[in-house]
């Protein structure tokens, strides 16, 4: 099973931040936190990872709180191609595991 | 850099018959990974696979499925006598190492239809 919890859905109007949920209240000391996107019809697209602290990309940042039982993709400027699935997920980097549970994540429409 | 390629795109099987899954892991990726995605749902780990070696087939169902990843050519994921309930988006995902640390790449899926 999944261990994070989304939001099923969230709206953003363009060009406004959008700020995506993820709740890992039984994260371990040696899980990161990916983020993936989904297009529709498309395959999963990674867009970021973090351990402890925040991280920033070309496509999005990561905030991830300090006890890190929650973090926040940060989209700071939505466009129409930002429509997707976004998934949260936790993967052990200790045990090495390379398989990723995917939760049902949170759709994110944007308003034009 | 081509990326991670699937095909058929689209299959249409009857019941009863076979699905042959094709995947090209992007160029210099040793490890490849097998996902099925249900309507409205998230994708769920089917296998994962180094050239000519399974690792790990526990998301795989016990019967009717396999998945090869011979020294040359594409991976394959095979479902024998397919039935109504593998209509499904079946992706495919590598990576050039194994690890917790980077990501994996995803192909465009192969969506099949039984009828």
């Known amino acids: 099973d999944a261990k994070t919890t989304q939001p099923n859905s969230m709206e953003s109007n363009e060009e406004e931040p959008v700020h995506l949920p993820c709740n890992h209240s039984?994260?371990?000391?040696?899980?990161?936190i990916h983020w993936y996107r989904q297009l529709p019809s498309q395959g999963p697209e990674y867009v970021i990872h973090?351990?402890?602290s925040n991280v920033n990309n070309r496509m999005a940042s990561l905030a991830i709180a300090e006890d890190r039982k929650s973090s926040t993709l940060i989209l700071h400027r939505a466009t129409l191609r930002d429509a997707a699935v976004y998934y949260c997920i936790l993967r052990d980097g200790a045990s090495g595991t390379y398989k990723y549970i995917f939760g049902t994540g949170t759709r994110l429409k944007v308003l034009a | 850099n081509a990326g991670v390629m699937q095909n058929p795109r689209h299959l249409v099987r009857r019941r009863g018959q076979e699905a042959r899954l094709r995947c090209s892991p992007m160029?210099?990726?040793?490890?490849v990974y097998w996902y099925r995605q249900l309507p409205e749902e998230g994708l769920k780990f089917m296998v994962y696979?180094?050239?000519?070696?399974?690792?790990?087939e526990s998301g795989m169902p016990k019967e009717r499925f396999s998945a090869e990843f011979p020294k040359e050519g594409p991976s394959i994921l095979r479902i024998q006598q397919v039935v109504r309930g593998d209509s499904a988006a079946y992706f495919c995902?590598?990576?050039?190492?194994?690890?917790?640390?980077?990501?994996?790449?995803f192909g465009p899926g192969t969506r099949l239809t039984v009828t």
């Open positions: 973090g351990l402890t």
């Open positions: 039984t994260i371990s000391g040696t899980d990161y």
């Open positions: 696979l180094q050239k000519e070696n399974i690792i790990d």
């Open positions: 995902a590598s990576s050039p190492g194994q690890g917790a640390f980077g990501e994996q790449y």
């Open positions: 160029k210099g990726h040793s490890h």
